[in-house]
């Protein structure tokens, strides 16, 4: 199994910047294309980023493209999300999860799942 655990999350102003970061356990950690979703107050968990985990490839949702960057450093088995340009709609709380597959895109192809991190952004 793999154990996530995110980091990073809290309260910012419209406009400013946090970095997310999702440390994955070493002991049970392989293979692995990981992502990032989020969930709002009576929404549905949405997809953020995704990143193979030989970080060849990365995807984002249209709604964070051009603002969020997804990285990876495979060496600490932590993937990365550097948030930039917060806006309000972005307060959420923020899942990383791991898939079997390189790649996913969907909630289902994550079979995995840290805590969650809470991000705010105030107006």
């Known amino acids: 199994q793999v154990r996530l655990v995110e980091s990073g999350g809290g309260l910012v102003q419209a406009g400013g910047s946090l970095r997310l970061s999702c440390a994955a356990s070493?002991?049970?950690?392989?293979?692995?294309?990981m992502g990032w979703f989020r969930q709002a107050p009576g929404k549905e968990r949405e997809f953020v980023a995704a990143?193979?985990?030989?970080?060849?490839?990365?995807d984002y949702s249209d709604s964070v493209k051009g603002r969020f960057t997804i990285s990876r450093d495979n060496a600490e088995n932590t993937v990365y999300l550097q948030m930039n340009k917060l806006k309000p709609e972005d307060t959420a709380v923020y899942y990383c999860?791991?898939?079997?597959?390189?790649?996913?895109?969907?909630?289902?192809?994550?079979?995995?799942w840290g805590q969650g991190t809470q991000v705010t952004v105030s107006s």
């Open positions: 070493a002991r049970t950690f392989s293979s692995y294309g």
């Open positions: 990143i193979s985990w030989s970080g060849d490839s990365t």
């Open positions: 999860a791991a898939t079997f597959l390189q790649f996913g895109l969907d909630v289902h192809d994550y079979a995995h």
